[in-house]
């Protein structure tokens, strides 16, 4: 059993019965890492309720709580009652689990299953994946990978909007200017060439913008040589995403199309209008009134010229991604700029009684110190450029590092290495929190980076290989003393609980701050106790307790989407 707060929570309750297990556990803290305890449980809920001083309630539950099967010393401190887990207790658990460590409570008693859709990145086709969009799939893959390590049934899916006003300003481009050319650099950059030089030709062309309304007309007309052009241009998009999907390591167990969806969307909403759920403006439009019960401003549903928006084929999706896959949670990867939209969404849905469990995963702007990135002036920041740049800056610290290595092995860290900065610094801020983006510091082997946490794991590796000891439970635990060993092993017993708090609220940074801290108290531990020694039984000991290190490190950094090195 994975021994946390509730697992504690669950033996306090034999003696604290005016509280449930909830509120006891709820009231459990974590005491500063130098007090060497690894939970307290503060008394002033108590004292209220029994009408004594605090202190004295702590030490009547010190004598009445018996030491279990994993507490093994109490103490009482002012109003708190202080708990220490036996060493023995977390780290045989982290060794005998090893990667299931924090799956699931109790593996006999695996918690509830559900399926969950997640929709991610849901790019344009007229123009490449962007800087932002790596954050998106970041977020959406690690969510995953989150998700599916605690036992439920994930499914990752694509939404391609592919139709549209914007999708035909880059047609229109390429119709008037393009010459009939073929991609002579990746076919998503060179789609989105035409986007960018729609926008600067629109300047001095004042009937540009009136053109692609037109095509975007012929299009839903089902023009042929419109139909044509599209299917040509779209295909080179996707051929163009797929190679940065690919370098993510992103896949999907489907994908959509908006051109799929939208004539359905416009059923639900014309159906909706017979029913009076909606209504028709004096010009021929469709919209929602959504003020009085939402207190949302109204939404236009279909355009008074018979097209449609966005929103008109989410509506149709929601309802098709719950036939496909039957979700119990259907949650959407989209930056927070489409908070109204969702909002708008989320309501519609519920008048239409579609009443399922929906949820916006929003985040926050990211940039590069040479400031936002802006696709319409031509100024976006790819997303290839920047996994070029910073495998770039990876290679060269190998280099550095390791000249005398052969060309593909510093090629093959560099690429681990790279990738793995750029998930980590990118994933260990919080969704909502927008930030820059610093390629130099994010490869830096010291501070808060991914090389950081790969180069501590592979220090563990290199410590492991020197010695001559198989690591086995048969451990003298008492040797495990010191300061900065406790404080250590305190911090393995923290990770599950990081784990279902990620689980439970989406906050996938979750992840990389735990992992920051267990690897400065990992390297404040090696700092002071060496591993390798004269001592065979102290070497024994400690070379359990960094196995169990290395094994966190792995699951937090397998989540994560990065890989590992045992040589850096």
């Known amino acids: 059993m994975i021994i946390d707060k509730r697992a504690l ?3 306090l309750k034999e003696s604290i019965l005016e509280l449930s297990i909830e509120e006891i556990e709820a009231a459990i803290e974590i005491p500063p890492p130098e007090f060497m305890f690894t939970y307290s449980f503060p008394c002033y809920k108590l004292s209220k ?13 010190k004598e009445k709580i018996k030491t279990s099967t994993f507490i093994e010393n109490l103490k009482v401190k002012e109003a708190y009652l202080n708990i220490k887990v036996k060493t023995s207790s977390i780290l045989e658990t982290i060794y005998d689990l090893e990667y299931d460590y924090g799956r699931v409570k109790d593996i006999s008693k695996p918690g509830k299953k559900l399926r969950i859709v997640i929709e991610y990145p849901s790019p344009n086709t007229n123009k490449p994946l962007h800087f932002g969009h790596v954050r998106n799939m970041l977020l959406g ?18 939404l391609n909007n592919d139709r549209g006003i914007h999708i035909c300003k880059s047609m229109l481009a390429y119709k008037k200017w393009g010459n009939n050319k073929k991609p002579d650099k990746k076919s998503d950059h060179f789609v989105g060439d035409f986007y960018v030089l729609y926008n600067k030709m629109k300047e001095t062309h004042h009937n540009l913008e009136k053109e692609a309304y037109e095509l975007l007309r012929l299009w839903e007309a089902g023009d042929k040589d419109t139909k044509t052009l599209w299917n040509k241009m779209n295909k080179w998009a996707y051929n163009g995403f797929k190679v940065t999907y690919n370098k993510l390591d992103i896949s999907f167990d489907k994908e959509y199309y908006e051109s799929d969806l939208y004539l359905k969307g416009k059923e639900k909403i014309l159906k909706g209008l017979e029913k009076g759920i909606f209504e028709k403006t004096e010009d021929g439009a469709i919209i929602v009134e959504l003020k009085e019960k939402f207190n949302l401003e109204d939404k236009i549903l279909i355009r008074s010229d018979g097209t449609s928006i966005y929103i008109t084929q989410d509506i149709y999706l929601a309802y098709k991604k719950k036939e496909d896959f039957d979700y119990d949670k259907s949650i959407y990867v989209v930056g927070d700029e489409q908070i109204q939209h969702f909002k708008w969404l989320f309501a519609i849905l519920e008048l239409l009684g579609f009443k399922e469990d929906n949820y916006h995963l929003a985040y926050g702007m990211i940039s590069l110190p040479s400031g936002k990135m802006k696709s319409r002036e031509g100024t976006i920041v790819d997303a290839d450029d920047v996994i070029q740049e910073i495998e770039n800056l990876a290679f060269e610290e190998v280099n550095k590092r390791y000249p005398d290595l052969d060309e593909a092995e510093k090629q093959k860290r560099a690429g681990i290495i790279g990738l793995g900065a750029l998930k980590f610094f990118i994933l260990k801020y919080s969704p909502m929190k927008g930030f820059v983006f610093k390629p130099d510091e994010s490869i830096s082997f010291e501070g808060e980076t991914g090389p950081y946490i790969q180069y501590c794991y592979a220090r563990i590796s290199s410590i492991i290989s020197k010695s001559a000891i198989e690591i086995d439970r048969d451990v003298i635990w008492d040797l495990l003393n010191h300061e900065k060993e406790l404080i250590l092993i305190n911090q393995l017993v923290y990770f599950p609980e990081v784990v279902e708090m990620t689980e439970k609220t989406y906050n996938i940074h979750l992840i990389p701050q735990y992992l920051l801290t267990l690897c400065q108290a990992f390297n404040t531990f090696y700092s002071s106790c060496q591993v390798i020694s004269n001592d065979k039984e102290l070497e024994k000991a400690r070379l359990f307790l960094i196995r169990c290190v290395q094994i966190v490190i792995k699951i937090g950094l397998n989540i994560l989407g990065i890989e590992t090195l045992d040589q850096m």
């Open 141 to 158: 893959k690690s969510l995953s990978s989150l998700l599916e390590y605690k036992k439920h049934q994930v499914f990752q899916v694509n």
């Open 49 to 61: 309720i029994r009408r004594k001083a605090p202190n004295v309630i702590a030490e009547d539950l």
């Open 9 to 11: 929570a669950e033996i």
